[in-house]
Nanobody, 130 residues
C-alpha cells in the first residue's frame, strides 16, 4: 500500500509562488510515477505535472504551466517527497491540488490522466486572489 500526504497549500496573491509537497511512503519507490492534478469547483480534475523514474527520469507538464511550475523529487530509503514549485500563480489556478502515484511504466498519455494512478492523496487547497 502507498500513502500520499500533500502539504504546502494556502492563500496567495496573483503572481506569488507556492511550493507543494507530496510525501509518499509505504513501498520502496524504485520505479514510480508521481503526478500532480488539480480540481476547481464544478470542473473536472486536470493534469498539472508528473515525474517518472521508471525508465530514467522523465518530466511531464501541462501546457498551461510550462515555464512557471517545476516538479522535482527527493528520495530516501522507502520514502519519497515530490515537490511542485508554482510560480506566477493566477487566480484561475485556484483549486484543490492532489498528488497521485503509480508503480511501473506509464505511457505519456497515462502519466497525464487521472485514470493512470491508483494511489491518491487527500488534496491541499490553493487559493490565488486577484
Amino acid at each position: 500500500q502507498v500513502q500520499l500526504v500533500e502539504s504546502g497549500g494556502g492563500l496567495v496573491q496573483a503572481g506569488d509562488s507556492l511550493r507543494l509537497s507530496c510525501a509518499a511512503s509505504g513501498r520502496a519507490f524504485n520505479a514510480y510515477t508521481v503526478g500532480w492534478f488539480r480540481q476547481a469547483p464544478g470542473k473536472e480534475r486536470e493534469f498539472v505535472a508528473a515525474i517518472s523514474w521508471t525508465h530514467g527520469l522523465k518530466y511531464y507538464y501541462a501546457d498551461s504551466v510550462k515555464g512557471r511550475f517545476t516538479i522535482s523529487r527527493n528520495s530516501k530509503n522507502t520514502e519519497s517527497t515530490v515537490y511542485l514549485q508554482m510560480n506566477s500563480l493566477k487566480p484561475e489556478e485556484t483549486a484543490v491540488y492532489y498528488c497521485a502515484a503509480a508503480g511501473g511504466f506509464l505511457s505519456t498519455a497515462q502519466a497525464m490522466a487521472p485514470e493512470g494512478y491508483p494511489y491518491w492523496g487527500q488534496g491541499t487547497q490553493v487559493t490565488v486572489s486577484s
